[in-house]
């Protein structure tokens, strides 16, 4: 039998998230948004069942006007009667979270992803040094009799 909108509207979610220590976190939820491989996925009372794959991101679990927030960083969830069962690797509160290590880590990032750039635009740079020593050497080697073919590439 159909439930109607206002029945619908008077339930509420129960989420429970597991991490491979056991159950982390059961609560019950209006709503709860979570990051999936493919977005972002918002959850009400009456959502179809779904089973997907979470990527990382934050966890948002709204309940009479309040919100709060959890670090995810990947793992599935499976959505079915108004219950959402979340399994992570890591699931994080706010207190659980060394401010100045995700800090340094974001630093650390920074850096590595900076260095990375220089070196591929270093190794690009001698890709052009390299064309243009031989464009040069070629040049100076002038065998060919007709001026009208070229085989010089654009880049």
């Not at 979610?13 to 491989?37: H, Q, S, Y």
């Not at 309940?63 to 959402?84: P, R």
């Not at 992803?113 to 100076?140: D, G, H, P, W, Y």
């Given at each position: 039998?159909?439930?109607?909108?206002?029945?619908?509207?008077?339930?509420?979610?129960?989420?429970?998230?597991?991490?491979?220590?056991?159950?982390?976190?059961?609560?019950?939820?209006?709503?709860?948004?979570?990051?999936?491989?493919?977005?972002?996925?918002?959850?009400?009372?009456?959502?179809?069942?779904?089973?997907?794959?979470?990527g990382d991101g934050v966890l948002r679990?709204?309940?009479?006007?309040?919100?709060?927030?959890?670090?995810?960083?990947?793992?599935?969830?499976?959505?079915?009667?108004?219950?959402?069962?979340?399994?992570?690797?890591?699931?994080?509160?706010?207190?659980?979270?060394?401010?100045?290590?995700?800090?340094?880590?974001?630093?650390?990032?920074?850096?590595?992803?900076?260095?990375?750039?220089?070196?591929?635009?270093?190794?690009?740079?001698?890709?052009?040094?390299?064309?243009?020593?031989?464009?040069?050497?070629?040049?100076?080697?002038?065998?060919?009799?007709?001026?009208?073919?070229?085989?010089?590439?654009?880049?």
């Amino acid at each position: 039998m159909a439930e109607t909108q206002e029945n619908i509207d008077k339930k509420k979610l129960t989420l429970t998230i597991t991490t491979p220590r056991g159950v982390k976190f059961v609560e019950e939820a209006d709503m709860v948004i979570m990051r999936t491989i493919d977005g972002n996925m918002g959850v009400l009372p009456g959502h179809a069942p779904v089973s997907t794959t979470l990527g990382d991101g934050v966890l948002r679990i709204m309940n009479n006007g309040f919100e709060k927030q959890l670090a995810v960083f990947g793992g599935h969830v499976n959505i079915s009667d108004n219950a959402i069962n979340l399994f992570s690797t890591i699931a994080q509160r706010p207190d659980e979270i060394d401010v100045a290590r995700a800090e340094e880590d974001r630093k650390e990032a920074l850096a590595a992803v900076e260095e990375e750039i220089e070196e591929n635009m270093t190794k690009r740079l001698e890709l052009m040094q390299f064309r243009a020593l031989v464009r040069l050497r070629v040049s100076q080697n002038e065998f060919f009799e007709d001026e009208d073919e070229s085989d010089e590439e654009d880049e």
